[in-house]
């Protein structure tokens, strides 16, 4: 509700997408409703785009998955890869999602990308990919 106060203060559209990290068309689409139904029609607004593949419930079993680790699914390492979380929502879910967008997922549940000092054993075998030798850790 952050746009609508900085729309009722008189911002512009353009500065209050950039103050909250929006794109323009969005605040427009914001403002347009503000203007017919209040805050209570923007707050009743639904959600425009694709619905996601995964459900709040999904994703807390992903969370409690990821911090039991790898090797509790079998993983020869204790390194969280793309590939690996992508064979883990698909094993847990039966949702199947190319390994560049777990990257999304991981950062919707606050997971970062860490880098371990040494190379992991499978990037030097060529294993699971160039991204073997890459950690996750909840922000």
């Known amino acids: 509700m952050e746009a609508a106060r ?8 353009s500065e209050v997408a ?14 347009r409703a503000l203007a017919q139904a209040g805050v209570r029609g ?9 619905p996601p593949k995964l459900n709040p419930a999904q994703l807390r079993d992903i969370e409690r998955a990821l911090k039991r680790g790898p090797e509790a699914f079998g993983f020869a390492t204790g390194l969280w ?11 847990r879910t039966g949702v199947r999602y190319h390994q560049d967008h777990v990257w999304r ?15 992991g ?8 990919s160039a991204l073997a030798a890459v ?5």
């Open 6 to 13: 900085l729309l009722r203060e008189g911002l512009s559209q």
């Open 18 to 31: 950039r103050a909250v990290g929006a794109h323009r068309q969005s605040v427009s689409r914001w403002a």
């Open 42 to 50: 923007l707050r009743q607004a639904k959600r425009i785009g694709r």
């Open 81 to 91: 890869t793309a590939n690996r979380v992508r064979e883990l929502i698909e094993y």
């Open 105 to 119: 997922i991981l950062r919707q549940l606050n997971w970062t990308c860490q880098r371990p000092t040494g190379k």
């Open 121 to 128: 054993a499978g990037a030097r075998r060529g294993g699971d």
């Open 135 to 139: 950690t996750l850790a909840r922000a």
